[in-house]
């Protein structure tokens, strides 16, 4: 008997072998695997689909051991599986395999499998093997563990939303909820389980109602209850309804804003709701606010005193504020466009359209002034201001802009336009009053200080010299205050200039001291000075300025100084970069100043006290034109005083160190009868015609005049003069029309007269004025000698200079290569040699010494040694007047700068 499926079987009675072949037929056509044994685990038999599953043809498993052809592992593990071939030999039925089992194949494949075993006995009940049957369950178990996979992966995406889910029965009880939704309780699941939605919320209307969830007084009108009743009644969906709630927060009732949806479902044949639970009140709060910011600035804008307008990409304005509407009267402006035209002042109009479409087309802010109409038909100035703004995504979204009421600016505008040109035009009457005043005192001054001087130049008693210093003092005085006031309307109008040139400072000092000797000696004062010998005595500033401050400040320490003395010193600060600091102090022992009275001190035309002008005189500008001109020098300047106890003024003054005396500018020359100088004076005034020219032939110049423009014109031919000097002002023909006139017929035959304005004119931008007109130089009247002199004397000197260059360019240099910088230097070193040998001869050869300084000053030209060539210059016109003691010292003069310009060159 053979047991099939743990049944056991008798063979029938009939033949064996045909019972065997049905039996096999049988068992080959099962869809399950079939294994006979024997009772050794020995395979006797294997069907088709048994090969299928274990990968082994029945031939090849054949008389082999079960185990081997059944390898099978735990498909988690990975262990082996206990064979049920084994169990059943033991004398088990029915044994299978664990859930999860996986048989290898031949070919090493893996598949899900189940089987069972069963012992095979003989009629006599005796053990005749192991029947095996086995089942390919691997579609099954693959497709079970895709439904699992995709059942765990719903149930994490349930779980792990990040809204409240729950799924409620058809009783509103809580069968199932995700961990966002459990959040908002402090219970566990199994607490939640079967809870009343209501309940697990926390609902007012739930605990006021004893029965319940949903049966409360309000609960008919409840967002929820009617969306859970649409859901489980009608088996309709409702979605994300917004609507607040009140629940219990920590036992505190709240109002909170919810989204809900509820959903129907069917699990199984139960109908449930999915609720879907979002707490929106921080984005409620957040629109709630943003509401009221909208609501706040919309009232800001409406009630804001300016207009305000908006406009679209399509330059639409779709807003208008209050402001506006009340000064159009309610007209909204441009409806349909941004253009306005029926408000906009028709003379503004294509401005205001050209200017707002050129800024909309790049979308760029834009400012203009126009005239607006108001309601009433007035015009009105108004300012208005636009600019782009953008929508959240960065978009271009249109214009925003303002408009201000501006018609009082513009008529304080027109009336402080009116207010300062009636102020230039006060400025200019100043002006023109302090020309002519300058003018018509300079003019009879200049006689006065002319006639003074010539009559100085003559014998005269000790008495009658005395009187004349004393008329030319006062002169001078007068002069000193017309001077100061033009100072003053220099600094006024900005154009007090400085410049900057090499000088010598202990020369200057030593020059500019002694001038108040006589009036600290005529007082009775002890004058004295320190000037140390460590202070560098070449510098660079202006030495004209620096002079009239420290000459302000000493004529002030006499003046107030009644008894003791004056003292000036100099003192150097520390040098950098290769500039120093100098310290100007001058010190008294005079009146004093009061500390409360110090800050009057540098103001215009102020003094301490008007007792003083009486006493002492004075028009009050000299310490104020000293800080204007320290200030613009760079410097600083100062008073340390008690009343009583006398006063200490400073100034400090920044200056650059010069390298010598090569950078020195050329010092006048005395022009000799030599040189035979004719000079045309163009003066209209007698007096000023006999002054001129007295002092002028005092000096053997050849003198020529003329009363106005036109008659210099006819005299240029016939005189042919070195030098004009030019008088401004004239009847006829003035003085700039005269020069335009002379230079007008140089041009021709490229020649060049030097003409020196000689006038009363000295206000700001005057010189300036006449330099520009052609003139070479100017002097102001009244006329000091050494001032027309050393003007003369430096335009002929400069006119000399131009003729020597272009000599020197057309190769008149007797033979020397001037490109040659190697030769220059051998001519230059062997000139001074013997310039040294003339001047240790005992008689000079001024004719030789003249030729050897007229070589230098080629030579310095070629090499742009603009001082050597300058003093080779002096001394070869000194070389005219045949001096023996003047030659030698500008002999001494030239070999100095050479050695200077050596070893600033450092020449070998």
Known sequence: MHRIRGRAVRPAKTQGGENMKNMEAVLASMGDGVIITDQHGQITFLNPAGELITGWSAQAAMGRHVDEILQIVHAETGLPVPSPVAEAARGSSGIGLPRDSVIIRRNGTRGYISATASLVKDAGYNQYGVVMLLRDIDRIRRTEKEVISKQRKLETIFNTVPVGMLILNEERRIEQINWEAMKKSRQDFAEIYDQPVGEFFQCVNNSHSPRGCGEGESCPICPMTRMLNKALLSGESSYGEEFPKMIKVDDVPTRVWWRVSAVPLFLGNRRCVLLIVEDITQYKLLQENLSKSRDFYLTLFENFPVLIWRAGINKTCDYFNRSWLQFTGGHSGGRTDCEWQDLVHSEDYLHRCQEFDSAFAVQRPFSLEYRLKRYDGEYRWVLEMGKPFYGLDGSFSGYIGSILDITERKAAERDMQEAKEAAERANRTKSQFLANMSHEIRTPLNGILGMIDLTLMTPLQPEQRDNMNIAKECANSLLHVINDVLDISKMEAGRLTVET??????????????????????????????????????????????????????????????????????????????????????????????????????????????????????????????????????????????????????????????????????????????????????????????????????????????????????????????????????????????????????????????????????????????????????????????????????????????????????????????????????????????????????????????????QVKNSAASLDAHGLKMTAFRLELLCRKEKQQEVNEGIAELEKGYMEFRRIHRWI
């Open 501 to 854: 040139i090499a000088f010598d400072l202990k020369e200057l000092l030593r020059k500019t001291i002694p001038i108040h000797y006589s009036h600290a000696r005529n007082k009775g004062l002890m004058m004295d000075y320190h000037i140390p010998e460590t202070i560098p005595p070449f510098v660079k500033g202006d030495p004209h300025r620096l002079q009239q401050i420290l000459n302000n400040l000493l004529s002030n320490a006499v003046k107030f100084t009644d008894n003791g003395q004056v003292t000036f010193c100099v003192q150097q600060r520390p040098a950098t970069d290769g500039h120093i600091e100098l310290e100007f102090r001058v010190t008294d022992t005079g009146i004093g100043i009061a500390r409360e009275d110090v800050p009057a001190l540098f103001q215009k035309f102020s003094q301490i006290d008007g007792s003083f002008t009486r006493k002492y005189g004075g028009s009050g500008l000299g310490l104020a034109i000293s800080k204007q001109l320290t200030e613009i020098m760079g410097g600083r300047i100062g008073v340390e005083s008690e009343r009583g106890a006398g006063s200490t003024f400073y100034i400090v003054l920044p200056f650059a160190v010069a390298a010598g005396p090569a950078e020195l500018p050329p010092a006048a020359i005395a022009v000799t009868a030599q040189d035979v100088v004719r000079i045309l004076l163009v003066e209209d005034e007698a007096v000023n015609q006999s002054v001129i020219t007295r002092m002028l032939r005092g000096r053997d110049y050849q003198v020529h005049v003329a009363n106005n423009g036109l008659e210099a014109l006819r005299q240029l031919s016939w005189v042919q003069p070195d030098l004009i000097l030019m008088d401004v002002q004239m009847p006829g023909m003035d003085g700039l029309e005269a020069t335009a006139r002379i230079r007008q017929m140089e041009k021709p035959a490229g020649k060049h007269i030097p003409i020196i304005a000689v006038t009363a004119h000295a206000l700001v931008g005057d010189r300036e004025r006449f330099l520009a007109a052609g003139m070479d130089g100017y002097v102001a009247k009244p006329i000091q000698m050494e001032n027309l002199f050393q003007a003369i004397e430096s335009v002929i000197l400069r006119q000399r200079e131009r003729e020597v260059v272009a000599a020197l360019q057309h190769g008149s240099s007797e033979g020397a290569d001037y490109h040659n910088p190697e030769q220059i230097r051998e001519i230059m070193g062997k000139c001074i040699e013997r310039l040294r040998q003339e001047r240790a001869a005992a008689e000079c050869n001024f004719s030789a010494i003249g030729e050897l300084a007229h």
